[in-house]
């Protein structure tokens, strides 16, 4: 049964403990199974990252299905309910680390595709797969230097669908058309030490930057619009002091984070930044890390040809969903018009004991089985 095909390859793909940025031997599994319907599979090994394009065709338009066989350590083994690498079920659920986040995504896909190239071995366009170990860790080496090596080497994406786990209440409900991007800044205020009880002979690092981090906190950096909520500001660390109650810091470090629109860019907000803490007259270092810029798919045929098979499967009108951190989407859309993301629901995510319903794995596969019908039937 193909309920069967696509339980299995989980099960295969979540006893391999890959663990970032491990594969361990996940992507030569997928390139073996595909190979022989017409696939072509070639491994991009950047440091200590494997990395796995496997496509069919050269025709566009050309279809890709992006995710990540890494996943993040188990955390304490005692308070899993069974072995994280030994997939288990318990009263139709499946348990292991990556059931969710995501390769019960990437077994759907493969099966999917399997199922469609047999009945349609004529279809137009092409059809591919990304997939990468370095997805759960600093993403350097990974679906990054792919999308690179293919742009220099001119393949064209038009539709790419990455398997995040998307879904909130239901199989269907939410699929991410974008994601905000992520700005960080370390501040370093910097004081003079000394003695409290002689404050005029200090400058004390914390006072002297208060008034500039509450006027932070209460900017509208914009609106956001249709698709983005509002950019938001968040202090994640404040480290001063030494340890004594009687000495005033010479320092202090704060970290803080943007989560941002495509109202603002990295610019706009540093200039932002820049100036009020310069109206402040700080004396100050201040040094940005740039995570992710955000990126949008507007409505169009991928986000129509994904609800439309959700509908068909689930009887579900999906929601457009822009929430949420920032995946590897955001490397891909600069080399592909159209990225959605899309995949099981994502409540157990990173946690342990995390788990899949198996029930949902068939309606997956069909989701992105049709899908792909949807796109590349003519």
Known sequence: MASSAVLQLTKDLLSRPSVTPDDAGCQALLAERLEPLGFTAETLVFEEVTNLWIRKGSARPCVVFAGHTDVVPTGPLQKWASDPFTPTERDGILYARGAADMKSSIAAFAVAAEEFVQAHPDHSGSIAMLITSDEEGPSINGTVKVCEALKARNEVFDYCLVGE????????????????????GRLIIKGKQGHVAYPHLARNPVHLVAPALAELTRIEWDQ???????????????????????????????????RFSTENTPDTLKTRVHALLDSHDLDYELAWTLSGEPFLTPRGELSQALSKAIRAETGIDTELSTTGGTSDGRFIAKICRQVIEFGPINASIHQVNEHIRVDSLEPLKNIYRRTLENLLLT
């Open 165 to 184: 786990p998307t879904s909130v209440s239901a199989l269907g409900d939410t699929v991410k058309n974008g994601r905000r991007g992520s700005l960080s």
């Open 224 to 258: 956001g619009n249709d698709y983005f909520p509002p950019t938001t500001f968040q202090i994640s660390n404040f480290h001063s002091g030494t340890g004594a109650t009687n000495v005033v810091p010479g320092e202090a470090v704060i970290d803080f984070n943007f």
